[in-house]
């Protein structure tokens, strides 16, 4: 069964003894195309899940037009698929929504040791990085000049938004 699964528990907890269905005979890359096209359409699908499925749908894609060269496509499903590098406990905090999208797409370009060392850098410093950090530190990743200490420093930095800020209206 490639897609209906919902339905099909749907009826049976109805207690209905069939359903309507269509039978194709499809290649298991077929399948999968079809499969994720099927489960992206949920209402609530989490940025991990999302990650995983575009990631599967290229690559069945890839096998199919035998291509294993990187396309051109959409931006923000290439983003999805970077968050595939992530290491799960950093994906986490993504689908959780402690760490915003756009940070956590950057962050997947550190190496997993990197991104280890900043997952305890987070716990002990009780927040997440901003964009503009998660830029930094990817930047020093390529350098090959990412250690522990400056990831430290980098988190440390007082961000835009925890700056305070005081309003005098006019009148």
Do not use: W
Not at 43 to 51: C, G, Q, T
Not at 77 to 103: C, H, K, S, W
Not at 121 to 149: N, V, W, Y
């Amino acid at each position: 069964m490639v897609s209906g699964h919902r339905r099909k528990l749907a009826s049976e907890l109805a207690g209905r003894d069939t359903i309507p269905c269509i039978v194709r005979d499809l290649t298991d890359d077929e399948a999968v195309i079809i499969m994720v096209d099927s489960n992206l359409q949920r209402e609530r699908v989490l940025p991990s899940e999302k990650a995983f499925a575009y990631k599967m749908k290229l690559d069945a894609m890839r096998r199919q037009a035998g291509r294993p060269s990187k396309e051109n496509g959409n931006t923000q499903i290439q983003r999805y698929i970077r968050l595939t590098n992530l290491i799960p406990e950093i994906l986490d905090m993504v689908d959780d929504g402690r760490i915003a999208f756009r940070p956590a797409v950057e962050l997947s370009y550190l190496a997993e040791k990197e991104q280890r060392i900043l997952y305890d850098a987070m716990g002990h410093a009780d927040c997440t990085p901003s964009l503009a950090q998660a830029i930094k530190m990817k930047s020093f990743s390529r350098e090959g000049k990412l250690s522990e200490a400056v990831i430290r420093s980098i988190m440390a930095e007082e961000k835009p938004n925890q700056k305070e800020q005081f309003r005098i209206p006019k009148e």
